[in-house]
Structure formats: C-alpha cells, structure tokens
Nanobody, 122 residues
Framework: QVQLVESWGGLVQAGGSLRLSCAASGRTFSSYAMGWFRQAPGKEREFVAAISRSGGNAYYADAVKGRFTISRDNAKNTVYLQMNSLKPEDTAVYYC???????????????WGQGTQVTVSS
C-alpha cells in the first residue's frame, strides 16, 4: 500500500508559477513510477506528466510540454511538478499517482492522492 498526499496548489495569475509536491509513504517509493494527472470542471481526468522509477525518463502531455517539469527525490519519497507560464486552461484539480510500470494510462495507476486545486486567473 502507498499513501500519497499532494500539496502546494493554489491561486496564481496567468504567466505565474507553482510547484506541486506529492509525498509518499508506505512501500518503497523508488519501486514506483509516478504520474501527475488533472481534472478540470466538467471534463475527464487527463494525463499531465510521468516519471520513471529512477527519474531518468519523463514524458509530458503536449498541452504542458515546455512549461511543466516533473521530478522526483527518492531519498525524500517525493515527486514534484514545476509549473511555469501557467494559463487559465491549466485550472484543475491535480492528482499524483503511483504505478509499478511507467506509463500514461491513468487506469494502470494503482494508488492516488486526494488532489490539490490549482486555479489560474486571467
């Protein structure tokens, strides 16, 4: 079992930055690939970014490529999402998730956090 807790969402103006954190507890964090997903009001949850177990590989959705960076610190059992040049369309609840395999499919992820709200004002 892995418990995930997201933090550091908030309200920011367009063009601003936020850095989300997701702290993991339970089984060995480095055994899991990690992903960030988001769900905007009235929309389905979508993939944002994923990082491999070692942190050596990362993949991004086209909508965030070049603006967001996923990283992890296995010593601190934490994964991060640095979000720059934020746009109003980035407004959503952001979730972190853990999976044994590195991938983009949210239905493959076994463990989920409770989510943190990110609101970008225009």
């Amino acid at each position: 079992q892995v418990q995930l807790v997201e933090s550091w969402g908030g309200l920011v103006q367009a063009g601003g930055s936020l850095r989300l954190s997701c702290a993991a507890s339970g089984r060995t964090f480095s055994s899991y690939a990690m992903g960030w997903f988001r769900q905007a009001p009235g929309k389905e949850r979508e993939f944002v970014a994923a990082i491999s177990r070692s942190g050596g590989n990362a993949y991004y959705a086209d909508a965030v490529k070049g603006r967001f960076t996923i990283s992890r610190d296995n010593a601190k059992n934490t994964v991060y999402l640095q979000m720059n040049s934020l746009k109003p369309e980035d407004t959503a609840v952001y979730y972190c998730a853990a999976d044994r395999l590195y991938g983009l499919d949210q239905y493959e992820y076994d463990y989920w956090g409770q989510g943190t709200q990110v609101t970008v004002s225009s």
